[in-house]
């Protein structure tokens, strides 16, 4: 079992429409909470990140921790065409800095 | 205020050469990572450069190792090629601490034949 599962999707949705996407992990030891935007032939730029359990909402985007469930959550509201990208989820526990990463969902939003 | 800067964007390689890659830190930063991306994958961590020396390491072989230089730059050197090599190499800058605040290159294509 991998420490962080992340849904490849592709996940598919008009222009407007509330997105969830979502990660599950397994190491309770987690503690700090990321997002990542990855665009094709590019690197991945953060989004967000929270701290322990929790929401944390910026513009667009909400990210969500419920660690008692170990799952995190981001919402993206009106989506727009832009948004279409691959979305990672990272985490890390508060020793080593070096963030774990799913393997990312593809994103794709229609006009 | 440049980025991270990788090079090169791509590369051929033949089933057991060597290469070397490179990697200028964002103005900054102090702290390289190194990240391995498999297709359809999750940036996977190779290893850490801060102060010139390798501070943490994921689950890699000999075969990859790296270098900092006294103006943060880094370079990943793989060696005996692998076709499993294949893959994005990112590199992601930091100062120490702020593990939130990588910014990632935009990656070097290796493809090994």
């Known amino acids: 079992q991998k420490e962080v599962e992340q849904d490849p999707g592709p996940l598919s949705v008009p222009e407007g429409a509330i997105v969830s996407l979502n990660c599950t992990y397994s190491?309770?030891?987690?503690?700090?909470f990321m997002w990542y935007r990855q665009y094709s032939r590019k690197g991945p730029e953060l989004l967000m990140y929270t701290y322990s359990s929790g929401n944390k909402e910026d513009g667009r985007f909400t990210a969500q921790v419920d660690k008692s469930s170990k799952y995190i959550s981001l919402f993206i509201r009106d989506s727009q065409p832009s948004d279409s990208a691959t979305y990672l989820c990272?985490?890390?526990?508060?020793?080593?800095?070096?963030?774990?990463f799913g393997r990312g969902t593809s994103l794709i939003v229609h006009p | 205020d440049a980025g991270v800067t990788q090079s090169p964007t791509h590369l051929i390689k033949t089933r057991g050469q060597q290469v070397t890659l490179r990697c200028s830190p964002k103005?900054?930063?102090?702290?390289v990572s190194w990240y391995q991306q498999a297709l359809g994958q999750g940036p996977q961590f190779i290893f850490q450069?801060?102060?010139?020396?390798?501070?943490q390491r994921g689950n890699f072989p000999d075969r990859f190792s790296g270098h900092q230089f006294p103006n943060y730059s880094s370079e990943l050197n793989v060696n005996a090629l692998l076709l499993g090599d294949s893959a994005l190499y990112l590199c992601?800058?930091?100062?120490?601490?702020?593990?939130?605040?990588?910014?990632f290159g935009s990656g070097t294509r290796l493809t090994v034949v």
């Open positions: 103005s900054g930063h102090d702290t």
């Open positions: 992601a800058s930091s100062t120490r601490t702020a593990f939130y605040g990588y910014t």
């Open positions: 190491n309770s030891a987690f503690q700090y």
């Open positions: 990272a985490m890390t526990t508060g020793g080593s800095y070096i963030p774990t």
């Open positions: 450069y801060y102060e010139e020396e390798e501070r």
